[in-house]
């Protein structure tokens, strides 16, 4: 009780704040001074910044970070977003100053060259990797996020389309796919049309599909497995339908962490592919930070590509092209999020083939095992059949005594744990969506289907005690539209 009055009597740095203190004094100077910014330019006023000792800077920052709440603290299994443990070796091979300090602009070959050898090398190389682990042909390092890939692959479908006179304007979608998928291909400038779900398989339903596939299909985009967490195994008819009319099938993969190793879109036929970098390639996902999602294409698509792309000299030297006519152009400055595509670079070395490979079989086995666990206190939607990389269940049996996935969630947070993503996918009523990520232990799961199955038990004795979650954090429930809607940013006390 005490501690936790601490912790909501945080206020901001500026309030603690007492003339003359300081964190760092140093001896009275005993030479001249004399200032070299010119007169003009020098403050008249003070700046105004807090005067502090060094240890309530500590303190400060120490406590505003206890707020939070990250893969740092505890489980996260926020599906969908491939919320996992990201080695700290990666942070660190990114912030070698060879790295990180080379500016953007330095020269390729002569003058300098020799840096950014280096740097060029991270990039081919790593487009390499994603080729081999995607089955595809060419990569592109540009893209700056999942929904910019999808973006950049639509753009460079409408090109090939277009340079071969073909009138195409639709792109088919089925109906749990990310809200990217269909933002994408429309700012790209096509129709969206949207596929159901097959409720006997979970899947896109391929003769809903066959019946909407006609001459004006641009392209198919598929997400495998899809949000559901379920593998569509229907994928080589989905592929003969959509190729039939020269339409393209482009691959979600921003849930590869669930088939590193195991499945490659270009085997299955796919023409093009996004990887997110910040889910299954070490980068942590979410909070706004830098992203990464390289686009991956078939030999016929190449040519559109975005420039700048990395090729290798005669002489065995790399250096940056810009000469492709066909070019869909810029889609980025520079070269993309260097230092993502860099994590990324060192993850896959670190781990090598067999270690990608049991990404993938720890990430199935943990959902699967977390599912199995639950089944009994959550309802599980569509078939009942194994998951991929993560599982949806339903707080469906618990709206009979007034409890939603809401409550549910707020009731993990006074058990300490982040809530799952909740009522995504959007025709799943109640939806939970769990994705474990194949770096937690048992123990964690353990932990997390406890407080599960203790929700489930208050959910049937004591729903108010939900309604009410959570209790343990320095705020309850906010009215999270009007938050989002009218902002107020502006320190009372
Ligand atoms: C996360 C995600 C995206 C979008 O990626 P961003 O980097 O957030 O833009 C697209 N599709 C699926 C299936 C995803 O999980």
């Known amino acids: 009780m005490l501690i936790e009055s601490v912790v909501l009597k945080m206020t901001i740095i500026y309030k603690k704040s007492v003339v ?22 020098l403050r008249k006023t003070d700046t105004g910044l807090p005067e502090l000792s060094e240890l309530d800077v500590v303190r400060h920052f120490t406590g505003l970070s206890r707020r939070n709440y990250g893969l740092d603290t505890n489980f996260y299994p926020l599906g969908s977003c491939t919320m996992k443990y990201n080695p700290k070796v990666a ?6 100053g060879g790295f990180a300090d080379l500016h953007p602009l330095l020269p390729q070959l002569r003058n300098g060259g020799a840096l950014t050898q280096g740097a060029l090398a991270v990039v081919y190389e790593l487009e390499q990797m994603l080729n081999e682990i995607c089955g595809m042909s060419a990569f592109t390092l540009q893209p700056m996020a999942g929904a910019h890939g999808e973006l950049t692959a639509m753009m460079m479908i409408a090109a090939y389309h277009r340079k071969k006179g073909n009138r195409k304007n639709v792109v088919l979608i089925p109906d749990e796919a990310h809200g990217t998928n269909p933002a994408s291909a429309a700012i790209a400038g096509f129709e969206v049309r949207t596929i159901p779900t097959n409720p006997e398989t979970g899947a896109l339903d391929v003769e809903a599909l066959r019946a909407h596939v006609d001459e004006h299909t641009a392209a198919l985009m598929l997400t495998n497995p899809n949000t559901l967490g379920l593998f569509n195994a229907d994928i080589g008819r989905v592929s003969d339908i959509v190729h039939a009319v020269d339409a393209q099938l482009y691959y979600d993969g921003a849930n590869l962490n669930a088939v590193l190793g195991k499945f490659r879109p270009g085997d299955a036929n796919f023409d093009a592919v996004h990887v997110n970098l910040h889910k299954t390639f070490a980068t942590p996902h979410g909070g706004g930070g830098p992203g990464s999602g ?70 199935v086995l943990n959902a699967n095992y977390v599912m199995h666990s639950l089944k009994d206190h959550f309802d599980i939607p569509y078939v009942n059949r194994p998951c991929m990389h993560e ?73 108010d005690s939900l309604h009410k979650a959570p209790v343990t954090t320095p705020v309850s429930r906010l009215d999270e539209t009007r938050a989002a809607r009218s902002m107020d940013l502006i320190y009372k006390e």
């Not at 203190?21 to 330019?41: A, Q």
């Open 391 to 463: 599982c949806v269940l339903t707080a469906a049996k618990q709206t009979t005594n007034g409890v939603h996935a809401l409550d549910v969630a707020k009731g993990l947070i006074d058990r300490g744990y982040h809530p799952p993503t909740i009522y995504f996918p959007l025709i799943v009523k109640e939806a939970l969506m769990i994705e474990p990520t194949e770096t937690e232990s048992r123990e964690t799961l353990d932990g997390f289907i406890a407080a599960m199955k203790d929700i489930a038990d208050k959910a049937a004795s004591d729903p």
């Open 20 to 41: 003359g203190r300081r964190g760092v004094t140093l001896p009275k100077c005993d030479v001249p001074t004399k200032s070299v910014i010119p007169e003009k330019f």
């Open 294 to 363: 390289p686009v991956g294409v078939r030999k016929h698509l190449e040519e559109f590509l975005p420039v700048s792309r990395v090729v290798k000299r005669t002489d065995g030297t790399l250096a940056l092209d810009y000469d492709y006519p066909e070019s869909i152009g810029y889609i980025a400055p520079f070269y993309g999020n260097f230092g993502v595509c860099l994590k990324a670079y060192a993850y896959i070395l670190l781990l090598g083939r067999q270690g990608l490979i049991d990404v993938s079989e720890n990430a």
């Open 91 to 96: 942070e660190k091979i990114a912030a070698l």
